[in-house]
């Protein structure tokens, strides 16, 4: 009698797991799709707003190495809230710039930066390290 009562207990956690997992996915929104399809579709992606300092100042690290990222300027479209909704779904914060590297979330301004400086964002992008400072 209690062997019946676990399996029925471990098959109705199964079905509700199973529920669960299947609800979100179900509710990966349009945006969410976006954020995943672009970080996995590009090798630097940069969600970024326009007038940020902070996001020029990420933006600026890449062309400082000669590279050009894939720039999604969330306050020029008009679904960028939710995308920006979205990716802090992703990465747990709102906050722009949020940089991601061969799928890799780097993290925001001040990360980028410090990766910069330390040569690891060199290495990352698989190029020489410079050593001028920003």
């Given at each position: 009698?209690?062997?019946?009562?676990?399996?029925?207990?471990?098959?109705?956690?199964?079905?509700?797991?199973?529920?669960?997992?299947?609800?979100?996915?179900?509710?990966?929104?349009?945006?969410?799709?976006?954020?995943?399809?672009?970080?996995?579709?590009?090798?630097?992606?940069?969600?970024?707003?326009?007038?940020?300092?902070?996001?020029?100042?990420?933006?600026?690290?890449f062309k400082e190495l000669n590279k050009v990222p894939h720039v999604v300027e969330l306050?020029?479209?008009?679904?960028?809230q939710n995308i920006q909704d979205a990716l802090s779904k992703v990465v747990g914060r709102?906050?722009?710039?949020?940089?991601?590297?061969?799928?890799?979330?780097?993290?925001?301004?001040?990360?980028?930066?410090?990766?910069?400086?330390?040569?690891?964002?060199?290495?990352?992008?698989?190029?020489?390290?410079?050593?001028?400072?920003?």
């Amino acid at each position: 009698m209690a062997v019946a009562r676990i399996l029925a207990a471990t098959a109705t956690i199964t079905v509700i797991a199973a529920s669960l997992f299947w609800a979100s996915t179900a509710n990966d929104t349009t945006e969410s799709a976006f954020v995943k399809k672009t970080i996995s579709s590009h090798k630097i992606v940069i969600f970024s707003k326009s007038y940020c300092p902070y996001c020029k100042r990420a933006k600026a690290v890449f062309k400082e190495l000669n590279k050009v990222p894939h720039v999604v300027e969330l306050d020029e479209r008009d679904d960028g809230q939710n995308i920006q909704d979205a990716l802090s779904k992703v990465v747990g914060r709102r906050t722009v710039p949020q940089v991601f590297i061969d799928g890799k979330h780097i993290g925001g301004s001040d990360d980028t930066v410090e990766a910069y400086t330390s040569g690891e964002l060199a290495k990352l992008l698989g190029i020489a390290a410079k050593n001028d400072d920003l």
